[in-house]
Nanobody
Framework: QVQLVESGGGLVQAGGSLRLSCALPGRTFKPSVMAWFRRAPGKERERVAAISWSGTATHYVDSGMGRFTISRDEAKNTWFLQMNSLQPEDTGVYHC?????????WGQGTQVTVSS
């Protein structure tokens, strides 16, 4: 079963930045919408950013507006989430997936921890 592979998480201080990457190795597909999801401790998973396949349409959670940027590299079949001015409330496990999510594609996610 092929799954998405997320990377780029880590521990940063408040105000810092991280760039998350998402790849689907060994497979080429063109989802209509690709998104990043976050599961914060004790909270439900939420979508934090989404991008259309064409790249012309993006959507962000209110708390991410002006701080998060979702993008993709079509040639590499890779998606990115640039996160700036990180805050402790951004802490969580970040996953990428299609939107709506494809249950077969969930990967391990990448942990983002922001210290105050």
């Amino acid at each position: 079963q092929v799954q998405l592979v997320e990377s780029g998480g880590g521990l940063v201080q408040a105000g810092g930045s991280l760039r998350l990457s998402c790849a689907l190795p060994g497979r080429t597909f063109k989802p209509s919408v690709m998104a990043w999801f976050r599961r914060a401790p004790g909270k439900e998973r939420e979508r934090v950013a989404a991008i259309s396949w064409s790249g012309t349409a993006t959507h962000y959670v209110d708390s991410g507006m002006g701080r998060f940027t979702i993008s993709r590299d079509e040639a590499k079949n890779t998606w990115f989430l640039q996160m700036n001015s990180l805050q402790p409330e951004d802490t969580g496990v970040y996953h990428c997936n299609t939107d709506p999510p494809n249950l077969d594609l969930w990967g391990q996610g990448t942990q983002v921890t922001v210290s105050s």
